[in-house]
């Protein structure tokens, strides 16, 4: 029998909701509490969700001794203070990306972590979905021959509005870390790190982006052609093209079900692969199964992997804003 564990969300964003329905799907795990700045809010969520307890202050739910795990759904600007804040308490923590605002802040996260000798994870759910696993898998195993270039696009049409956190550079908006981590994310898992990155972009009409265009490099000569926009409907796809055919994870590829195999020789396969739940399920999951082998880090999803995406991050969103 496995440990249950107490589930503990803080922030009532959207995305909490759908990371609420995903951990019913886990028997080990228990939906114990929530925290919100606002007492309604948090009580609206606990009766939705049918969570335990309800807390109209963060530092509250993190004095409780039965809390194990914290996700973190709060506004992109936040993730760095609430990780921090988490960590001190000494609760296992599973970050909703992007991992922090830049850099220097996940450095710091990490360091803080190993010294405290807690469990820390970017919730990058697309990392564990079965799908992208078969994807990459089928990558490695040269179904398409050597796999030489990705093109991957993730774009929708959202009209412009100042306050919104799409747009508003205090909350960390902008297509780049919102959903351009997808495309960027996408590359690194299959070909790792670039060696060399070039970026046009477009600004909104404040300090942050509406379409950018990304070209990657990667050490085995391998290109990545990627692109993120709020003002167009992109095909959200990702092909990744070999000598011998591509390989296709249909839209949207970030929450893929099925992928096609098309080989140079005529031959196609279209697969879709089985899953569970609504997604994020997966990724808790993972952060238990960690926690049952005393992991503090997720050897899947590890730290030095977020630590090289917000690098990636970083220096595509310095050189978009040479068009800002």
């Not at 398409?144 to 908006?173: E, H, M, T, V, W």
């Not at 994020?280 to 999803?301: I, R």
Request: net charge neutral; charged share 25%.
């Amino acid at each position: 029998m496995k440990k249950k564990y107490n589930w503990a969300i803080l922030g009532v964003s959207r995305i909490a909701n759908k990371f609420a329905n995903g951990l019913k799907e886990l028997p080990n795990a228990n939906c114990y509490a929530v925290a919100s700045r606002s007492q309604e809010r948090a009580e609206n969520f606990k009766a939705n969700h049918n969570f335990e307890k309800a807390y109209g202050s963060y530092e509250d739910m993190l004095a409780d001794p039965q809390v194990d795990i914290v996700y973190i759904s709060t506004t992109n600007n936040l993730h760095f203070e609430h990780t921090m804040m988490c960590i001190k308490a000494g609760k296992a923590v599973l970050c909703e990306k992007p991992f922090a605002s830049n850099l220097e802040q996940v450095e710091k996260m990490i360091a803080k972590a190993r010294k405290k000798n807690v469990f820390l994870m970017e919730a990058l759910w697309s990392r564990f979905l079965p799908c992208m696993v078969k994807f990459k898998e089928l990558a490695e195993n040269k179904a398409i021959g050597k796999p030489l270039l990705l093109q991957c696009n993730f774009g929708f049409i959202s009209p412009f509005d100042p306050n919104s956190r799409l747009y508003d550079p205090a909350l960390g908006g902008g297509s780049i870390p919102d959903i351009g981590i997808y495309p960027i994310f996408t590359a690194i898992y299959l070909f790792g790190t670039p060696t060399d990155i070039k970026v046009m972009s477009v600004p909104a009409p404040a300090e942050t982006d509406w379409t950018t265009s990304i070209l990657l490099k990667h050490k085995g000569k391998e290109i990545s052609m990627l692109t993120s926009s709020f003002e167009t409907i992109l095909d959200n796809e990702a092909r990744l093209y070999g000598d011998g055919g591509y390989l296709k994870l249909h839209s949207m590829f970030h929450m893929p079900t099925k992928l096609t195999v098309k080989r140079n020789d005529g031959g196609e396969e279209e697969i879709h692969v089985y899953s569970t739940g609504n997604g994020y399920n997966y990724e808790a999951a993972e952060v238990m199964n960690c926690l049952d082998k005393g992991l503090t880090e997720s050897p899947e999803m590890p730290l030095s992997f977020s630590l090289e995406l917000m690098k990636v991050l970083d220096e595509v969103s310095r050189k978009a804003k040479k068009d800002f």
